[in-house]
C-alpha cells in the first residue's frame, strides 16, 4: 500500500510562542518604586530619605522624583536629595512638612519615586 504514495513533508506546524523554548529574559530593574509619604521633623528641605531597599531598588540615587498623583496632565512632581537612613520603615519615604505642602499632597499618600 505504502509503495505508490509519497507522505507530504514540508508542512510546518505554527507554534505559539507560549509553548516555543523561553529565551533568557534579560531582567530589568525598575527605576521607579511606589511609597507612601510621611513629613518628619528632622528632614531637611530638598532632601528626601529612603529605607535601605528602595535606595538599593533603584541603584542608589544621589537625585529621586517624587511624582504624586493627580491625573494625566496634573502630576505633582519635586525633585529631592537621595539620602538612606536605616530609621526609615520599607514602602515609606520621608520628606520634609514644606515639601510635603509644596508638592500639595497629604501625609500617608502614595507617590512614585523615580531615580532622576
Same mark, same amino acid.
Not at 91 to 111: F, I, K, M, P
Given at each position: 500500500?505504502?509503495?505508490?504514495?509519497?507522505?507530504?513533508r514540508?508542512r510546518k506546524?505554527l507554534?505559539?510562542?507560549?509553548l /516555543?523554548p523561553?529565551?533568557?529574559k534579560?531582567?530589568?530593574?525598575?527605576?521607579e518604586?511606589? *511609597?507612601?509619604?510621611r513629613?518628619?521633623?528632622e528632614?531637611e528641605?530638598?532632601v *528626601?530619605?529612603?529605607?535601605?531597599?528602595?535606595?538599593?531598588?533603584l541603584d542608589?540615587?544621589?537625585e529621586?522624583?517624587i511624582v504624586?498623583?493627580?491625573?494625566?496632565?496634573?502630576?505633582?512632581?519635586?525633585?529631592?536629595r @537621595?539620602?538612606?537612613?536605616e530609621?526609615v520603615? /520599607?514602602?515609606e519615604v520621608?520628606?520634609?512638612?514644606?515639601?510635603l505642602r509644596?508638592l500639595g499632597? @497629604?501625609?500617608n499618600?502614595?507617590?512614585?519615586?523615580?531615580k532622576?
Amino acid at each position: 500500500m505504502s509503495e505508490g504514495k509519497d507522505v507530504e513533508r514540508g508542512r510546518k506546524l505554527l507554534i505559539p510562542p507560549f509553548l /516555543s523554548p523561553q529565551q533568557e529574559k534579560k531582567e530589568q530593574k525598575k527605576s521607579e518604586r511606589r *511609597a507612601r509619604v510621611r513629613s518628619a521633623g528632622e528632614v531637611e528641605e530638598g532632601v *528626601a530619605k529612603l529605607p535601605p531597599d528602595i535606595y538599593e531598588a533603584l541603584d542608589k540615587p544621589a537625585e529621586v522624583e517624587i511624582v504624586a498623583p493627580g491625573g494625566s496632565s496634573h502630576e505633582k512632581k519635586k525633585a529631592f536629595r @537621595a539620602v538612606p537612613d536605616e530609621k526609615v520603615p /520599607s514602602g515609606e519615604v520621608h520628606v520634609s512638612a514644606e515639601d510635603l505642602r509644596a508638592l500639595g499632597v @497629604a501625609e500617608n499618600t502614595v507617590v512614585t519615586v523615580r531615580k532622576k
